[in-house]
């Protein structure tokens, strides 16, 4: 891993229950390289790529693939504006799409992660975690129920690799075993599929003129199979900016046909750049800036992922990291800053006021384009994470003043309804 900090400070911190040293500094390598060769030979592509190419994409690699950071003369913050203001259209075909099939699926899921899917009503969607044996977050994840026997789940690209292996992992333990009397449960990777995302203020009223199915009774978190400009597609209410949106799943053949569909005016193709900021005004995490497997859900903010009854019965991978935190509190939390002076960016170390002990580090900071302020995600000691704590943050040697701000940074605009 690279250290992206000009400092390091050593401490002692219990994570997940176990006793280990930790940096308190950032030790993630910068967003748009993170883990992957500069070289395009060895770099994945998605459907979309001579696309992007041919729309004038300046390519860059990104958790394995060549993706687009931004488009022709349109800068990022002109692109994160007009998804805020109108939509825009984001390749994410790069995310590992699945399906995952038989009767024991929905309890082979929660095994998994900590959500309640028994209670998730067919084609509607949670956020979850796939935990490790310690209760670390191998990955985020949303997760589509379609009906007991049939989920269609996302994953982030940059964890291909381990998420992949880990399913065949517990998929054969889960096969082989008891739990598997009543039927054992199928994975299926849809490779090379398009996975494209319409956002913005002005996404339903710009998709409804493709299709006849009623989008305003299609409500954030929720999903169906609509027919779209002639094409059959599962589309998904939701998103990754804040603002209301789609996700669209698309068979290969059909990607580059959906996607001239879709990016009509007024929308405008987007790229890595407005995506980032948008998602970092609406408080949503980066796997590998803002979570990693040394990092519990309650430490991130995420425990509403963890079902009540989940929380009681503690029968999902590592529960017993994730009841500890709950129980006795975790030793750090997630907290937005919003800071002052210079933006603070990944791997800058936050201390306690006027100069004091280093007590976390920012995992994710930009200047925001809807805010005209400097914010930031990161991690802070557990005491330290209450609204309006004031702290300073070492940008560039020099400490800025901070203050401990609530997320999401924006006013979501998801319809509900």
């Given at each position: 891993?690279?250290?992206?900090?000009?400092m390091?400070?050593?401490?002692?911190?219990?994570?997940?229950?176990?006793s280990?040293?930790?940096?308190?500094?950032?030790?993630?390598?910068?967003?748009?390289?993170?883990?992957?060769?500069?070289?395009?030979?060895?770099?994945?592509?998605?459907?979309?790529?001579?696309?992007?190419?041919?729309?004038?994409?300046?390519?860059?690699?990104?958790?394995g693939?060549?993706?687009?950071?931004?488009?022709?003369?349109?800068?990022?913050?002109?692109?994160?504006?007009?998804?805020?203001?109108?939509?825009?259209?984001?390749?994410?075909?790069?995310?590992?799409q699945?399906?995952?099939?038989?009767?024991t699926?929905?309890?082979?899921?929660?095994?998994?992660?900590?959500?309640?899917?028994?209670?998730?009503?067919?084609?509607?969607?949670?956020?979850?975690?796939?935990?490790?044996?310690?209760?670390?977050?191998?990955?985020?994840?949303?997760?589509?129920?379609?009906?007991?026997?049939a989920?269609?789940?996302?994953?982030?690209?940059g964890?291909?690799?381990?998420?992949?292996?880990?399913?065949?992992?517990?998929?054969?333990?889960?096969n082989?075993?008891?739990?598997?009397?009543?039927?054992?449960?199928?994975?299926e990777?849809?490779?090379?599929?398009?996975?494209?995302?319409?956002?913005?203020?002005?996404?339903?009223?710009?998709?409804?003129?493709?299709?006849?199915?009623?989008?305003?009774?299609?409500?954030?978190?929720?999903?169906?199979?609509?027919?779209i400009?002639?094409?059959?597609?599962?589309?998904?209410?939701?998103?990754?900016?804040?603002e209301?949106?789609?996700?669209?799943?698309?068979?290969?053949?059909?990607?580059?046909?959906?996607?001239?569909?879709?990016?009509?005016?007024?929308?405008?193709?987007?790229g890595?750049?407005?995506?980032?900021?948008?998602?970092?005004?609406?408080?949503?995490?980066?796997y590998?800036?803002?979570?990693?497997?040394?990092?519990?859900?309650?430490?991130?903010g995420?425990?509403?992922?963890?079902?009540?009854?989940?929380?009681?019965?503690?029968?999902?991978?590592?529960?017993?990291?994730?009841?500890?935190?709950?129980?006795?509190?975790?030793?750090?939390?997630?907290?937005?800053?919003?800071?002052?002076?210079?933006?603070?960016?990944?791997?800058?170390?936050i201390?306690?006021?006027?100069?004091?002990?280093?007590?976390?580090?920012?995992?994710?900071?930009?200047?925001?384009?809807?805010?005209?302020?400097?914010?930031?995600?990161?991690?802070?000691?557990?005491?330290?994470?209450?609204?309006?704590?004031?702290?300073?943050?070492?940008?560039?040697?020099?400490?800025?003043?901070?203050?401990v701000?609530?997320?999401?940074?924006?006013?979501?605009?998801?319809?509900?309804?």
């Amino acid at each position: 891993m690279v250290f992206a900090g000009t400092m390091r400070v050593q401490f002692s911190k219990s994570i997940l229950g176990l006793s280990t040293r930790g940096r308190v500094s950032g030790c993630f390598p910068r967003l748009l390289t993170r883990g992957v060769s500069t070289s395009n030979d060895s770099l994945r592509k998605t459907r979309l790529y001579d696309f992007h190419v041919q729309n004038g994409a300046k390519m860059v690699p990104f958790a394995g693939y060549a993706m687009p950071l931004s488009y022709g003369s349109v800068g990022q913050v002109a692109s994160h504006n007009h998804v805020r203001m109108s939509a825009g259209l984001f390749d994410v075909g790069h995310m590992v799409q699945s399906h995952f099939r038989g009767t024991t699926a929905t309890a082979f899921l929660e095994w998994l992660t900590p959500s309640s899917l028994k209670s998730l009503s067919p084609y509607s969607s949670t956020l979850s975690v796939l935990l490790n044996e310690n209760g670390g977050i191998i990955d985020d994840t949303v997760i589509t129920k379609h009906s007991d026997n049939a989920f269609y789940v996302v994953t982030n690209a940059g964890r291909r690799d381990r998420d992949l292996a880990w399913f065949r992992k517990k998929l054969d333990e889960w096969n082989s075993g008891e739990r598997a009397k009543d039927g054992k449960v199928e994975h299926e990777v849809l490779e090379d599929w398009g996975l494209v995302a319409l956002q913005g203020p002005k996404a339903a009223e710009y998709l409804q003129k493709f299709t006849s199915a009623d989008l305003a009774k299609l409500t954030f978190g929720k999903s169906a199979y609509v027919t779209i400009g002639g094409f059959l597609l599962h589309v998904a209410r939701g998103g990754y900016t804040g603002e209301d949106g789609f996700e669209i799943s698309i068979p290969p053949s059909q990607t580059v046909e959906v996607a001239e569909l879709l990016s009509q005016s007024p929308v405008q193709l987007a790229g890595l750049g407005a995506r980032d900021s948008l998602r970092l005004e609406a408080g949503m995490c980066l796997y590998g800036n803002d979570l990693d497997e040394d990092t519990s859900p309650v430490e991130a903010g995420l425990s509403w992922v963890i079902g009540k009854d989940r929380k009681e019965s503690g029968d999902f991978i590592g529960a017993e990291g994730v009841r500890k935190h709950l129980k006795d509190g975790p030793p750090r939390r997630r907290v937005g800053l919003v800071v002052e002076g210079a933006p603070a960016r990944q791997g800058a170390q936050i201390f306690a006021n006027s100069g004091g002990e280093a007590i976390g580090n920012v995992t994710s900071g930009i200047p925001s384009p809807t805010l005209n302020k400097n914010i930031a995600m990161g991690y802070v000691l557990s005491g330290w994470h209450k609204k309006g704590t004031e702290v300073e943050v070492d940008v560039r040697n020099k400490l800025r003043k901070a203050v401990v701000t609530p997320m999401p940074f924006i006013k979501p605009n998801y319809w509900r309804g």
